[in-house]
Every structure is written in C-alpha cells, then in structure tokens.
C-alpha cells in the first residue's frame, strides 16, 4: 500500500534525478610540452637575430674622420660666399679658426674670449711666436668687426681670409702636408 507521504517522497524523487554529466576529459601529464617547446623556439630565434645584430653592428666599418685642416680649408672657401656680408663673413672666418685651433691644438678656443685665448696661446709652445702673434692680430681685427661695428673693406675682408688660410696651412700636421709645400718651405728657408 503506498501512503500519501511515499507517494510524495516518490513524486521528488523523479523530479529530483539528473541527466547523466558528460565525461570528464582526463589530461596526459604532457600538455604543457607544446607551449614550452613554442616558447623556447621564439625565445631561441630571438637570441639567434640579437646576435646577428651584434655582429652586424661590430662589422660596420666607419670612414676615416676628415682631418681639422681639410675640413677647415673647406669651410674657409665656403666663407667666401659671405664676402659681401662683413661681419657674417667674419664670423665665419673666425670660427673656423678658432674650432680649428680647438681641434688641432686641445686649445678651448671657441668658448673663451679673445683675450683669454690668446693670454692660454702665449703659454703653450705648439705655435712659433710669429704665428702667436699673427693669430691676436687675427682675431683682434674680427673682434672690431663682430663686436665694435667697424665695416671692412673686401679687400680687408680678404686679408682676414688669407691670414686664416695661412694659420692652418701652417699649422697642419707634417705628414699631411704635400711634398711641393715642404720643397717650397725649404727652399724658401
């Protein structure tokens, strides 16, 4: 005989049974190989173009730098494009000395006034003292242009240019001079 409290206890029962969970995948203890092994091939790759970069880097052969007097000489001759611009032009000129002298002497020219140069110039040996003095007279001439306003001549302007021509033809280093100019120097001694 099935009593009413059964037949509710039944009546939950059915409604109380489930579907069947769908299995549970298992994994092989391995799955993890193949991201490491993905991984580890970028990882190698990445070391392999680091030192090919490296390398690459290290066979870059870089020219010669270009010499303070040539490089010099050539921004002299680009200055006389200047020449109907006084004090531009003696700007230029002045400069070029100066950054030469810097560049070929250790000499921290273009930072120091002319008189704090030239009182560092008359303490060094490097120049004879004719080229002393003809770099103050240099240099005291584009001081009045730069700084007093006093408009030269161009043949003046030229003068500037040739003595500044001259201080680094004679100031260039021995092995760079071209044998015609050291039979001319001593012939001329």
């Given at each position: ?24 995948e298992i994994t092989s203890g391995y799955a993890w190989v193949w ?94 003292s004719d080229q002393k003095e003809s770099v103050g007279n240099f ?51």
């Open positions: 005989m099935i009593t009413n409290a059964s037949a509710q206890s039944a009546a939950a029962a059915a409604d109380d049974i489930r579907d069947i969970r769908p299995p549970i991201p490491l092994l993905i991984l580890l091939a970028l990882a190698f790759a990445a070391f392999l173009m680091w030192r090919w970069l490296k390398h690459r880097k290290t066979n870059i052969v870089l020219p010669p730098p270009v010499p303070a007097h040539i490089r010099a000489k050539q921004k002299l001759t680009d200055a006389l494009t200047l020449i109907a611009q006084p004090k531009p032009f003696v700007i230029a000129v002045s400069d070029t000395a100066r950054i030469y002298l810097e560049e070929r002497f250790d000499f921290r020219a273009p930072e120091r006034t002319t008189e704090e140069f030239l009182h560092e110039l008359q303490g060094t040996d490097l120049l004879l240099l005291e001439s584009c001081d009045l242009v730069k700084f007093a306003k006093y408009e030269p001549g161009e043949n003046e302007l030229r003068e500037l240019h040739s003595s500044a021509l001259r201080l680094v033809e004679e100031t260039e280093p021995l092995e760079a001079q071209s044998p015609e100019s050291t039979v001319h120097s001593q012939t001329a001694a």
